[in-house]
T-cell receptor, first 112, second 109 residues
Framework: EPEVTQTPSHQVTQMGQEVILRCVPI?????FYWYRQILGQKVEFLVS????????KSEIFDDQFSVERPDGSNFTLKIRSTKLEDSAMYFC??????????FGPGTRLLVL | RKEVEQDPGPFNVPEGATVAFNCTYS??????FFWYRQDCRKEPKLLMS???SGNEDGRFTAQLNRASQYISLLIRDSKLSDSATYLC??????????FGSGTRLQVQP
């Protein structure tokens, strides 16, 4: 069964550093998403991406964040200058149509 | 008012018990409804979609009441492997998923 994959599984970084989180969505999917989950809290939407552009973003997704689909398979989330409060689990999701979203295993980001 | 509200639990039940979870949502324009399951430190996994007519998948039954903006999940004959956090999830139009905070279930031997 096809799966969404994410790398790295864990990332530790210093405050102010840039991080790039990578995702490989399911191959025939067209819609891509990033969500985050701070420890002990609910899953929160960050951004959705379709047809090589952002289709929707939340208030969390400020100028420090960007997304890119640099080739036909990868979908990345960049945080330009990390803050302590960016520490969270980041989940990538994809879907073929606008229905069931399939989630990757997540990247656990720790900002020190 | 929270967009999607759930009782956080935990629900501690013995194996074989029947347990029910409820959820309310605030946006009456919401169109798609789901229950996801999340194990500790893992990704959310779709358990089932929820339809107005109600739907069943094995031991799991989901119900939707649009008038009351209320969604439920019933688990019959609980197994130890059902222990997890159950997430009520709503989608409004073309928008992304909105998650509840989850209800934790612990099935005990």
């Amino acid at each position: 069964e096809p799966e969404v994959t994410q790398t790295p599984s864990h990332q530790v970084t210093q405050m102010g550093q840039e991080v790039i989180l990578r995702c490989v969505p399911i191959s025939n999917h067209l819609y891509f998403y990033w969500y985050r989950q701070i420890l002990g809290q609910k899953v929160e939407f960050l951004v959705s991406f379709y047809n090589n552009e952002i289709s929707e973003k939340s208030e969390i997704f400020d100028d420090q964040f960007s997304v890119e689909r640099p080739d036909g398979s990868n979908f990345t989330l960049k945080i330009r200058s990390t803050k302590l409060e960016d520490s969270a689990m980041y989940f990538c999701a994809s879907t073929r149509e606008e229905e069931t979203q399939y989630f990757g295993p997540g990247t656990r980001l720790l900002v020190l | 008012r929270k967009e999607v509200e759930q009782d956080p639990g935990p629900f501690n039940v013995p194996e074989g018990a029947t347990v029910a979870f409820n959820c309310t949502y605030s946006n009456s324009a919401s169109q798609s409804f789901f229950w996801y399951r999340q194990d500790c430190r893992k990704e959310p996994k779709l358990l089932m979609s929820v339809y107005s007519s109600g739907n069943e998948d094995g031991r799991f039954t989901a119900q939707l009441n649009r008038a009351s903006q209320y969604i439920s999940l019933l688990i019959r004959d609980s197994k130890l492997s059902d222990s997890a956090t159950y997430l009520c999830v709503v989608k409004t139009g073309r928008r992304a998923l909105t998650f509840g905070s989850g209800t934790r279930l612990q099935v005990q031997p």
